[in-house]
């Protein structure tokens, strides 16, 4: 099974900063990489997919990058409605595999 | 508008069965892969089942094949968690949610990107399972 790891785990920012989510898969999934959103109490949101593909709906300020093992998740400048858990996700092979999330806090 | 909305879930001792219902509308509903993804209390996501949108293929992570069962009513709009012999590690809030993109044919249902590019999600339905 392919096993993601996210890193930070957690990171605290301020309004208006550019944020990085780092995403490493323990083999290539060529670009199969998603992005999703959590907020407190909802449903997780995909944002991301195929590693760069912005999701309808979903602010430009979110960008994805990488292929292989290695994905990025960047926004550009931090909004107060962007903190939330973020999670990757490979949609290379089954069994699909999540993330352990990253915590986006407020500074 | 695409909705999905979970239902059945509740306490349930270890050992015991419990069906969890998703109801959907907005799409065709035949046309698209489904999927359960459970949250346990605090942690994070982990993905337990998908279904093709005929129903005929399915997949299960290793912890639950045996034991929960998914299947599909396409006449109905109707995705399903059949679980049994549940443990107490089964307790979760289960998330139903849709492939991102149909498939309609044999030369993608059993690849990975038309079941786990998940773009609509329900609620949520929690699952107790403790004595």
């Known amino acids: 099974d392919i096993q993601m790891t996210q890193s930070p785990s957690s990171l605290s920012a301020s309004v208006g900063d550019r944020v990085t989510i780092t995403c490493r898969a323990s083999?290539?999934?060529?670009?199969?990489l998603n992005w999703y959103q959590q907020k407190v109490g909802k449903a997780p949101k995909l944002l991301i997919y195929?590693?760069?593909n912005l999701q309808t709906g979903v602010p430009s300020r979110f960008s994805g990058s990488g292929s292989g093992t290695d994905f990025t998740l960047t926004i550009s400048s931090l909004q107060p409605e962007d903190f939330a858990i973020y999670y990757c996700q490979q949609s290379y092979n089954t069994p699909s595999s999540f993330g352990q999330g990253t915590k986006v806090e407020i500074k | 508008e695409v909705q999905l909305l979970e239902s059945g879930g509740g306490l349930v001792q270890p050992g015991g069965s419990l069906r969890l219902s998703c109801a959907a509308s907005?799409?065709?509903?035949?046309?698209?892969?489904l999927n359960w993804v459970r949250q346990a209390p605090g942690k994070g996501l982990e993905w337990v089942s998908g279904?093709?949108?005929?129903?005929?293929?399915?997949y299960y992570t290793d912890s639950v094949r045996g034991r929960l069962t998914i299947s599909r009513d396409n006449a109905k709009n109707t995705l399903y968690l059949q679980m049994d012999s549940l443990r107490a590690e089964d307790t979760a809030l289960y998330y139903c949610?849709?492939?991102?993109?149909?498939?309609?044919?044999?030369?993608?249902?059993?690849?990975?990107?038309?079941?786990?590019?998940?773009?609509?999600w329900g609620q949520g339905t929690t699952v107790t399972v403790a004595s």
């Open positions: 279904i093709s949108g005929g129903g005929d293929i399915t």
């Open positions: 907005g799409f065709t509903f035949s046309n698209f892969a």
């Open positions: 949610a849709k492939a991102r993109d149909s498939c309609t044919s044999t030369s993608c249902n059993q690849l990975a990107y038309y079941y786990y590019v998940m773009d609509v």
């Open positions: 083999q290539s999934i060529n670009k199969n």
């Open positions: 195929v590693a760069s």
